[in-house]
């Protein structure tokens, strides 16, 4: 089509899946700062008064979980008879917790295909196939839509946090509708923002004056802030803004509806412009391909593409439980290759170490909690693990493998 438009969301901390999705990776950041070997497949729930941690752990930390879940619910903004029904201080959580399967482990810790490398021995911690991606939309070479849905849902959790709009509760959500044309963006056709918030601001209770007054500060101090340096900007002329479509959202977080970790995944990729091959992220260790491969698959995308040998490229991998070389290899630039899509896959295969031992190392996983203060993984957990310019990602950083690229062809 030469004209259409294409929409992608974003939601913020407090949204009760990310929620959980925090909670899953900061208590992988805590194991992996003390034990870097930690197996690590950890889920949460969350409903009306309660946070349920599941999963299995082989670790050799001790961490104190009822307090760390109860920190990061406290951080996100869930304290106290005011944070919009749900206490840190108040609700239960309960911990049911096993150890990794040895018909797993047996397969991570010695590769079916290993050989006297000790990368080769390391084997995937799961079968299943991954995407990465990235395209020239932008200066982090992410689509625009879930770029700009990103940027909109920090900035509304900003300026909850700072106060500037105290009438704020944690739950929210973010839409943005970007026209194209020709396949390059050339308007922003709709913003959507729905925020939890109290039932009274400044003295008003009715709903349509409540509304308004919402609408009139989110453009004010979270649409024209989080646009402003933009080439391609939203306008209220043109641009369809909605908010809190049904009038008031007030009943919000996990007191309006449950939580689960893992439930977000196109949020934390590429707002569906690409393929996702269904794994989540929070919660697993780096030897789950789920997580390591997507984030190896993103950065040989961007690698490609910072290298100028396509416009747009997405990458698939896929592996075996117990086997450490990818099963298959499958590069697609859509038609904007410098050379056919067979000989960029073929550049890949001999350019890119993607057995999942290469990429713990390459990307240091295991060992980016203890670098970052014992948290890593949970700042990334929400707002999207890609394209991210507020936090240094391994993955993210293609400069010198582009510059060989650029030789190669």
């Known amino acids: 089509m030469s004209k259409y438009v294409f929409t992608s969301e974003s939601v913020t901390e407090g949204h009760p899946d990310k929620i959980c999705d925090q909670i899953s990776d900061a208590i992988l950041d805590a194991l992996l700062t003390v034990d870097p070997t930690s197996r690590v497949a950890c889920e949460a729930v969350v409903n009306t008064g309660l946070c349920l941690i599941t999963g299995e752990i082989t670790s050799k930390a001790e961490v104190d979980f ?17 944070a919009g029904g749900f206490d840190a201080n108040s609700c239960a959580v309960l911990i049911a917790l096993d150890q990794q399967s040895a018909d797993i482990a047996q397969g991570v810790n010695e590769a079916e295909d290993h050989s006297k490398d000790p990368l080769d021995q390391v084997g ?25 849905a990103h940027r909109l849902a920090r900035r509304l959790a900003i300026v909850r946090h700072e106060g500037i709009l105290d009438y704020l509760l944690p739950d929210g959500k973010t839409q943005v509708s970007v026209s194209y044309e020709n396949g390059v963006p050339s308007s922003i056709d709709t ?12 003295g008003i209770t009715l709903e349509q004056e409540i509304q308004q007054k919402i609408a009139k500060d989110l453009w004010e101090h979270v649409v024209e802030p989080s646009t402003e340096d933009l080439n ?18 007030v009943i919000g977080g996990p007191q309006g509806d449950a939580g689960l970790t893992g439930r977000k995944i196109i949020v934390d990729t590429y707002g569906g412009y690409a393929r996702h091959g269904g794994g989540a992220f929070s919660g697993k260790d780096p030897t789950k391909v789920d997580r390591s491969a997507a984030y190896a698959a993103r950065f040989v995308a961007k690698a490609l ?19 450490a070389k990818p099963v298959s ?5 859509f038609g904007t290759g410098k050379v056919s899509d067979s000989e960029l896959t073929q550049v890949v295969q001999k350019h890119f170490d993607l057995r999942p031992g290469a990429i713990i190392k390459s990307f ?3 060992n980016l909690p203890s670098l970052n203060g014992g948290s890593f993984y949970r700042n990334i957990a929400a707002y999207g693990h890609f394209g991210r310019t507020d936090v240094h990602l391994p993955w993210e950083d293609v400069s010198v493998k582009a510059k060989e690229l650029r030789f190669l062809i």
């Open 66 to 82: 009822n307090k760390l879940v109860r920190e990061v619910i406290k951080q996100i903004g869930y304290e106290g008879s005011n």
């Open 124 to 148: 995937a911690g799961d079968q299943g196939i991954m995407f990465g991606f990235a395209c020239n939309e932008t200066p982090e070479l992410m689509p625009l839509p879930i770029s700009l």
């Open 191 to 202: 913003i959507l923002i729905s925020t939890q918030h109290k039932p009274e601001i400044e």
């Open 232 to 249: 391609l900007k939203p306008s209220q002329k043109s641009t369809r803004f909605l908010v809190n479509p049904t009038g008031k959202f």
């Open 305 to 323: 593409v910072e290298a100028n040998l396509a416009e747009k490229v997405e990458v698939q991998l896929s592996y075996a439980i117990g086997v």
């Open 329 to 333: 290899i499958l590069v697609d630039s």
């Open 364 to 366: 240091n996983l295991q």
